[in-house]
């Protein structure tokens, strides 16, 4: 009962935040009055809009959703102008107080990978590359890559976690990352995804747990509930030896282990980030057998 509790929460929270988003004007109705005590949409707004009545949408928002059809919540995701990615978390969370949920999938492991993906890894000997779990641990690099990422590596808790340095290892986390705000952001969001995926993980609610107690700015991002899947783009750090870089990446995900994400930073041949990878990767060439004589 308290897990059937938790997943009804989690459907309130989520609908909840979603409307508190979405003005009227943005919706497209008509206003009278300029008393509106509640922040965003109505609920009574939310089922106009989704051609459901106020009743039925009222209970749904308070996690009573089991049986809604695809067209409900299709609906609904339309209403409140969610995205591919919250419409899959909103699946997520509504399959979860389903008949099947008494039937749930064991608690995966995340934190090895396979002897072939470490070689793949290590083949890329000029692209820094890294597999991560779902919590955002590092749990397999290359030689490059962990020397991109030097700062996190030297995070005394291991596995390196992004996040857990994001929040916790300030001021450094906001030194590499000079658009902190935006990278903590989707780094949270990737987390709220994660945790309406697998919210049975213990490894999960143990670092949530963690960054929620020690970080305001973890709280306040964990409360405004966005969500996000993992996809390829640019990010941009700020390394100790080559300064500030944009890079751009590739997610790709194993399918032998899909709780598992190879990222690989791709900069096109000939340019300057290539170059800057490049000379990181003969520093790192430099220093590597210094080391190993020490």
């Known amino acids: 009962m308290a897990e059937n509790r ?3 929460a989690a459907i309130r929270d989520f609908l909840v935040t979603r409307r508190a988003r979405i003005t009227p004007d943005q919706a497209g109705l008509d206003t009278y009055g300029g008393n509106r005590r509640v922040k965003g949409l109505r609920r009574e707004e939310v089922a106009l809009l989704s051609g459901i009545s106020a009743e039925y949408y009222i209970r749904l928002e308070r ?4 049986g809604a059809s695809p067209g409900v919540i299709d609906a609904i995701a339309t209403a409140l102008h969610l995205d591919a990615d919250e419409r899959a978390h909103l699946i997520r969370l ?3 107080v389903g008949p099947g949920r008494r039937k749930r999938r064991p608690t995966r492991s995340h934190d090895t990978v396979r002897p072939g993906i470490q070689v793949l890894l290590d083949g890329l000997d000029h692209l820094p590359a ?4 779902r919590r955002l641990d590092i749990i397999a690099t290359n030689e490059l890559g962990r020397a991109l990422y030097a700062p996190i590596f030297d995070d005394p808790v291991q596995p390196p976690n992004v996040a857990r340095f994001m929040f916790l290892n300030e001021p450094r986390s906001r030194e590499f990352w000079p658009n902190w705000e935006q990278m903590a952001s989707n780094n949270v969001a990737l987390l709220r995804t994660e945790a309406g995926r697998d919210p049975d993980d213990p490894a999960l609610i143990e670092l949530i747990g963690q960054l929620s107690t020690r970080s305001e700015q973890f709280r306040i991002l964990w409360g405004a509930y966005d ?3 993992h996809r390829s783009g640019i990010k941009t750090l700020r390394h ?3 300064g500030e870089i944009t890079l751009p990446f590739e997610d790709l995900h194993v399918d032998a282990a899909p709780d598992q994400l190879l990222m690989v930073y791709t900069p096109p041949p000939g340019s300057t980030e290539h170059d800057a990878i490049m000379l990181l990767a ?4 430099e220093v590597a057998p210094s080391a190993t004589e020490a």
């Open 6 to 8: 938790e997943a009804r």
């Open 63 to 66: 996690g009573n959703a089991a």
């Open 94 to 96: 509504i399959d979860a």
């Open 130 to 133: 890294f597999v991560f779990n």
């Open 227 to 229: 969500v996000k899947e």
């Open 240 to 242: 100790p030896l080559l």
């Open 282 to 285: 003969s520093w790192n060439a």
